[in-house]
């Protein structure tokens, strides 16, 4: 997650000025500035440079770049657009094509089962600008990534991830609480002899995100503990 405009990138490839100046951007050049900082400052590992564990870490660091921010298949380095596929939780695996139509953006991450009327935020009615309008306003500062462990190296990286930020924006109705929101998860990332990513499978509870979102007091003045009385998701996460 970031915002406009780009700097020296210290934990991503393929952000040189030329890359920059020659790549589509979807909202624009992104600049990991301030997430870099929340990063540096929140992290719990501290990996060697040139260590298995940071050459991953800024592998997908890459990975979620191109993925969230570039337009143009063909101009993507980290991922072979002709092979790759995405699934959640052991769901249905996604080709490019199959997660353009969900939407994009956030909408792959978040995919639910539930009732439509449960879901707090629902991909079907998401696009991909208006998904990452409502993450970058409820995280200003961005939703910092470290690996805390790989298991694996290339061609099948296997490794457990931690995602947070500070609620410092209203999510859907709800006031921002300025608490730190976590998200730990499992990943598996298969590469070709090119280092792009051929397979990605993520495991997560996304109810340890989107609950954390509705603690902030309900903006039409509601109280903010009704919705996880009756949604199976946010009761998981009391």
Known sequence: MASSSVGQE????????????????RFGVPNYDVVNKLFEEGRT???????????????VKTWEMEFFHKTDLDEFKSIDPKKFTF??????????E???KLGGGYNPLLQTSLPEKLRVYNPDEETAASSHKVFTTTFPRGFALEILQVYTGPPVMVYKFRHWGYMEGPFKGHAPTGEIIELFGIAIFEVDEQMRVV???F???????LG????????????????SSSCPVLRSTE
């Open 45 to 59: 590992k501290i990996w060697l440079p040139g260590s298995l564990e940071e050459k991953v870490q800024n592998f």
């Open 87 to 96: 699934s959640l939780n052991g769901g249905k695996a996604l080709n490019l």
């Open 199 to 201: 397979k990605v499978e």
């Open 212 to 227: 954390g979102l509705l603690k902030g007091t309900s903006l039409d003045g509601s109280s903010a503990e009704e919705p």
């Open 10 to 25: 210290k934990y991503r490839s393929f952000l040189s000025e030329e890359e920059v100046k020659n790549t589509k951007w």
């Open 98 to 100: 199959e997660i353009g």
């Open 203 to 209: 495991f997560y509870d996304p109810g340890q995100l």
